[in-house]
């Protein structure tokens, strides 16, 4: 039975578009995440690069590994005005899609901006609802399972996510926000409410598109948004009280609803045990000189003189450290 056991999980901000391993994560954001949620990797290239620029939001594109093997990318967006982080996206490789990888990384990103001392107001996401929660992709499917791990808060009011520009009108749903704070407040104000999804519709959506639509399309954007705000702020300014908050409403957890499985293992990668290397590593360095003495030894005892087994000791050991290469390449695989 095998003793000590773990895994390793890591995070890597990028800064820089041409970093090689950004453009494999890249790759794998594209296989992962549906069309109708994503935003094209031209886009996110472009505002990534101009980041020191940008005064309104920046963005945090971060690689993920597991063990030292890169697995993933995730993404998110600090609105510099709100002070709101807006979590996009996390996307890994298939095998690695289960709930534990999901939690795991969402807790180091989270930390990230703590340890780097990037003051937030909340952490926001956003979850669909299509056709009242029955029709809403994997990716919110296991998004919801994770905020119920993470005690995220579900608002309780309308929210509709805007259109990835003027042709993508899959992604113009109905959705949820979900909310996470330093204390699980139970409420917050109907103006609290409206200016965070003023936040993200008008410093986060409008800005972005402001920089990739000419003029006409700009104003035809804007009115888009303008609509789906005003259909907001019509039904939230109707209420009695407070917007509320439900901290444990994790039906994403009941054996009863139709969301694929996603819990499980982590795949295991293997690794070479710090003994095995320290043996080889003797192995490489000390037989040699062992077989060297021998050799000398025994030239001596049988009157050879030792420049006459220079060439048999060479080869001894060319061949020993040979073996003991293969060996060790051959454990890696």
Known sequence: ????????????????????????????????????????????????SKNKENNYFEIFVFVLYLDGKLIGLSMTTYLKKSKIVVDEYLAVLDQYRINTIFVVYLSLIQSYYKENNIDYSYYITEISNKDSGESINWESQISLKVLCAEEFGKINAPYYT???????????FEAILYIKTNDNIKSISKETY???????????????????????????YKQEIQRNFELIQKKVLDYSENVS???????????????????????????????????????????????????????MLINIPLSSATSIIGSVIT??????????ISTKK
């Open 1 to 48: 039975m095998k003793g000590d056991f773990g895994h390793e999980f890591s995070i890597r901000r990028i800064h820089k578009i041409t970093d090689e391993e950004y453009i494999e994560a890249l790759r794998i954001y594209n296989e992962s995440i549906p069309f109708e949620i994503r935003t094209p990797t031209n886009e996110i290239n472009l505002w990534l």
């Open 162 to 172: 805007l259109p990835l520009g003027l042709d993508n009108y899959e992604s113009n």
């Open 194 to 220: 409206l200016q965070i999804v003023k936040s993200i519709y008008y410093d986060y959506f409008l800005v972005w598109y402001e920089k990739l639509m000419n003029a006409e399309e700009v104003i035809q």
């Open 245 to 299: 908050i439900t901290n444990s409403n994790c039906i994403a957890l009941n054996p009863k609803n139709y969301f694929k499985r996603t819990a499980g293992t982590i795949p295991v990668t293997k690794k070479q045990s710090n003994k095995a290397i320290f043996l080889i590593i003797c192995a490489v360095f000390i037989l040699p000189v062992i077989i060297i003495l021998g050799y000398s030894k025994l030239m």
């Open 319 to 328: 061949v020993v450290i040979t073996s003991l290469v293969t060996l060790y």
